[in-house]
C-alpha cells in the first residue's frame, strides 16, 4: 500500500523471493486542480536465507528395545534455499541421553535402555540448522510397556538338623518391575552339589516358601547344602531369573543308641552280683 500523502509503499504481507522475484506497481499522483500523472515501479524483491522446515510425527517405542532401535520416522524436511540442513537434540524431557539424532537424516535412535515403569514417554527438542537459520521441533515419544524378567536374589538360610518332612526353611525373595503377574517356582541341581536340591522343595510351584524334602544330618554333611532356584513370571515370554541358596544345618542332640540289638546273654542261677553284660 502506499500512503497518499507521503508517497511511502509499505508490504501488506511477508514477501517470498522462491514464489515471486519482483512486482510491477502503478502509482498514480494528482494535484488540486485534478491533474493525474502515473508512472510504472518495478519492486525487486532481494533474497534472504529462509529458516528450515522439519514436522515429526510422534512416535513409540518399545521399551525392550535394544541401543540403536530407530524411534519413528525421519522428518518430512524442507529448505527453499536448498541448503544442506542438520539435527541435533538441544534438550530432552529428562537429564541424560536417552535419544540420540542422526545429524544428516533426522532420524531418532534409543541411545540407552529404557524403562516403562519408570518414564513412559519423553518429549525429544530438535534443532533443525540449515547452517544461517534454526528451527526447533520437538517431538513425542510414547515408551510401550514390555515385560521386564523378574530378579532372583541370592539367599542363606538356617535349620536345624531335626526339622520334619515339610517343615519351613524359608520364603526367596525376588523383585519384578511388572505389577499383576503370577509366579512360579522350580528347584534344580547346582554343579557340584548333586543330591542337596532333593532335600528341599517349593510347597507349591506359585509358593516362595522352602521347606525340607528329606532328612537332614548335621554330622554327614556338616556343609551347608547349596541348590538353585528358578522364579518364573506370567507374562510374554515367561521371563526367568535364577539364584543360589545356601542352607546351614544347626546340630541337634541326637539321642543315644544300642550299638547291638536283640543280644542274648547266659547267666547262671546263682549268680549274685556277677557282672552279666555291657
Not at 525421519?74 to 540420540?100: K, M
Not at 509358593?207 to 541348590?227: C, I, N, Q
Not at 528358578?230 to 531369573?241: A, E, I, N, P, Y
Not at 547267666?267 to 557282672?275: I, S
Amino acid at each position: 500500500v502506499i500512503n497518499e500523502t507521503s508517497g511511502v509503499m509499505t508490504t501488506t504481507r511477508v514477501l517470498d523471493f522462491e514464489a515471486t522475484v519482483s512486482y510491477v506497481v502503478y502509482i498514480g499522483v494528482n494535484d488540486l486542480y485534478g491533474d493525474i500523472s502515473t508512472n510504472e515501479v518495478i519492486l525487486f524483491v532481494n533474497d534472504t536465507n529462509d529458516a528450515p522446515s522439519a514436522t515429526y510425527v510422534a512416535a513409540s517405542v518399545a521399551e525392550a528395545s535394544p541401543v540403536g532401535t530407530v524411534v519413528g520416522h525421519p522428518p518430512a524436511v524442507s529448505d527453499q534455499d536448498g541448503d544442506v540442513v542438520t539435527f541435533s537434540i538441544s534438550s530432552q524431557s529428562l537429564s541424560g541421553a536417552t535419544f540420540s539424532v542422526d545429524s544428516s537424516s533426522g532420524a531418532l535412535a534409543v541411545a540407552q535402555p529404557l524403562n516403562f515403569e519408570a518414564t513412559a514417554s519423553y518429549v525429544v527438542t530438535i534443532d533443525v540448522n540449515d547452517g544461517t537459520n534454526t528451527t526447533t521441533v520437538d517431538v513425542n515419544v510414547n515408551v510401550q510397556d514390555s515385560n521386564d524378567a523378574p530378579v532372583a536374589q541370592d539367599l542363606a538360610f538356617s535349620i536345624f538338623e531335626n526339622a520334619s518332612y515339610g517343615a519351613t526353611v524359608g520364603d526367596v525373595v525376588y523383585t519384578d518391575e511388572d505389577t499383576g503377574q503370577r509366579h512360579s517356582f522350580s528347584i534344580s541341581q547346582l554343579s557340584g552339589y548333586a543330591g542337596d536340591e532333593s532335600l528341599f522343595r517349593f510347597a507349591d510351584t506359585n509358593d516362595p516358601t522352602v521347606s525340607v524334602a528329606g532328612a537332614l544330618d548335621f554330622e554327614a554333611h556338616p556343609d551347608p547344602y547349596r541348590f538353585q532356584y528358578t522364579v518364573q513370571d506370567s507374562g510374554s515370554g515367561q521371563l526367568t531369573s535364577t539364584a543360589y541358596v545356601n542352607v546351614t544345618l544347626m546340630d541337634s542332640n541326637a539321642a543315644p543308641s544300642f550299638v547291638e540289638r536283640n543280644v542274648i546273654y547266659n547267666v547262671a542261677e546263682n549268680a549274685d552280683g556277677e557282672a552279666v553284660f555291657n
